[in-house]
């Protein structure tokens, strides 16, 4: 059987503009990349705070793996779950002021693991279209009624919520910070509207956990939203932390339920405990270190004033994710080409990581960036787009 239909497809790809390949990184992470015998100022990594390759994360990491060595084992419910497993969940449920925490390999497991734990077909799950893959595909693999309602429109949901059923139970679930296009949720609305229909909601909270609120507790914490308000709370360490694995907090029994079900959970092994250390680390480094925060929003304020001065098309974000909407999917591999010439990396995304006809340039921030990286950006913008 050969894979004559496969290479066709592929084919068919590279004509749309749709192919994607990897590039190779030379260097550690961080907002200077070396790709391809280039140096290369980074706008593309989720690494908003720096902490990828700090210090300190990385003392306590090789420290960890002299004392716990480098795999977990097993998984969490066999031999895996070690202590320092243990000592990270308590931090992230007194940090978050859940009653537990729960550890996760990934955040794209944490989402299929937890929406598996809480759906069967009895129940329906809402979920903003624009959420992260995960989420969607684990309210699609929950064999659970699921609906998408339309971009942070309440009244569509809430039509939804509305409508006549014979569901058990209701989940509703946003992304906190939209990873493509780094607006908030309309949180105080999901609440409202969750509470009053007695349904769950959950937030997963990748992008804003670290970036928003004073302590970087993330959009849930800057707006105080509690337990009982937001139940079902998501984040992940591969963003803000810059370590690896994800987890979800909430009550005892929410915990207690994700434990016993969630395949994601319990036929995989844990995390290595050195990352476990790392996390709590780079953790207390994020609470602690508000002048990253402070950092990323002066960035953020300076490049959107520049951008909008260039007329440049940007979108309602004051998160570090700041895309500049494109349109096309070769106008935007062309632009990320085009500003990779003169140094910088910003990659193009395209469908369907985002809806048709809205190829966007992802801009992201990292509190390590200097003003002056971002107006060397916003130069070489300029020049890009008069010549595009
Ligand atoms: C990155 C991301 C995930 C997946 O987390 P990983 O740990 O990278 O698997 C889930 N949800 C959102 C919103 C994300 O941005």
């Not at 992260?132 to 809430?158: C, P």
């Not at 679930?173 to 509207?193: C, E, N, T």
């Not at 990581?353 to 992802?362: D, E, N, S």
Request: charged share 15%.
């Amino acid at each position: 059987m050969a894979f004559t239909q496969l290479s066709a497809q592929l084919v068919d790809l590279i004509a749309q503009d749709l192919y994607r390949t990897r590039q190779i990184i030379d260097s550690t992470p961080g907002v200077h990349v070396q790709i391809a015998g280039r140096q290369l100022i980074n706008f593309s990594s989720n690494d908003y705070l720096g902490l990828a390759n700090h210090p300190q994360v990385k003392q306590a990491f090789k420290e960890a793996v002299d004392a716990f060595g480098v795999g977990s084992g097993a998984a969490h419910l066999v031999c895996g779950h070690h202590r320092v497993h243990h000592d990270l969940e308590n931090d992230l449920a007194e940090f978050t002021g859940r009653e537990r925490a729960l550890l996760f390999s990934t955040g794209f497991m944490a989402n299929l693991g937890i929406m598996d734990a809480l759906l069967t077909r009895q129940d329906r799950v809402f979920e903003d279209r624009l959420n992260h893959a995960s989420l969607i595909d684990g309210g699609l693999a929950s064999g659970a009624r699921f609906k998408r309602y339309r971009h942070a429109d309440m009244a569509d949901l809430q039509r939804h919520l509305l409508a006549k059923t014979t569901a058990l139970n209701t989940l509703v679930v946003s992304d906190g910070v939209f990873s493509m296009d780094g607006d908030g949720a309309p949180l105080a609305h999901l609440v409202a509207l969750a509470t009053h229909h007695q349904a769950w909601l959950m937030i997963d909270d990748a992008h804003g956990f670290g970036v928003l609120g004073e302590q970087g507790g993330g959009i849930v914490a800057q707006h105080g939203f509690t337990q009982q308000e937001v139940p079902i709370l998501m984040a992940t360490f591969g963003k803000a932390l810059g370590t690896f694995g994800a987890f979800v907090a909430g009550s005892e029994t929410l915990i207690d339920t994700i434990i016993q079900r969630a395949r994601s959970y319990i036929y995989t092994t844990a995390l290595p405990p050195a990352i476990a250390v790392a996390t709590r680390v780079s953790l207390q480094l994020m609470i602690k270190d508000t002048w990253r925060r402070q950092k990323l929003q002066t960035l953020i304020a300076h490049f959107r004033e520049g951008a909008e001065h260039l007329g440049v098309c940007l979108m309602p974000s004051s998160s570090a994710i700041q895309p500049i909407m494109v349109g096309t999917n070769q106008r935007a591999l062309a632009l990320s080409a085009a500003l990779r010439e003169q140094g910088f990396w910003v990659s193009a995304i395209r469908p369907p990581t985002v809806p048709t006809h809205t190829a966007r340039l992802r801009v992201t921030f990292s509190a390590l960036h200097e003003l002056a990286e971002v107006d060397a950006l916003l130069a070489a913008l300029e020049k890009c787009l008069i010549n595009s």
